[in-house]
Nanobody, 119 residues
Framework: EVQLVESGGGLVQPGGSLRLSCVAS????????MSWVRQGPRKGLEWVSA????????YYADAVKGRFTISRDNAKNTLYLQMNSLKSEDTAVYYC????????????WGQGTQVTVSS
């Protein structure tokens, strides 16, 4: 089966940290770029970050730049998102997703993991 499975979400206080993981299966993970996308309450989808196939090129939305770090371990077919200095505005369901290309949407999504930043 072709799938992405996220984990690592939870409740964290403002200023705290979480690391999300996404395990891929059913496709050649090390051939493709990967992204993190989030959807906050009563909000649309917001692209968060992306990384190229070998992890050497990373990209971030302005809202998370300097606080979040995307990485991957191709030997483990796993994508990560390290989130530091979390803010209430980061509260969202976080999805890993496989992009079709630049500005071309996504063809595969995980089930999502909830991140709640609250005191």
């Amino acid at each position: 089966e072709v799938q992405l499975v996220e984990s690592g979400g939870g409740l964290v206080q403002p200023g705290g940290s979480l690391r999300l993981s996404c395990v891929a299966s059913g496709f050649t993970f090390d051939d493709v770029a990967m992204s993190w996308v989030r959807q906050g309450p009563r909000k649309g989808l917001e692209w968060v970050s992306a990384v190229n196939w070998n992890g050497r090129n990373t990209y971030y939305a302005d809202a998370v730049k300097g606080r979040f770090t995307i990485s991957r371990d191709n030997a483990k077919n796993t994508l990560y998102l390290q989130m530091n200095s979390l803010k209430s505005e980061d509260t969202a369901v976080y999805y890993c997703a496989r992009p079709l290309g630049v500005d071309s949407g996504y063809d595969l999504w995980g089930q999502g993991t909830q991140v709640t930043v609250s005191s």
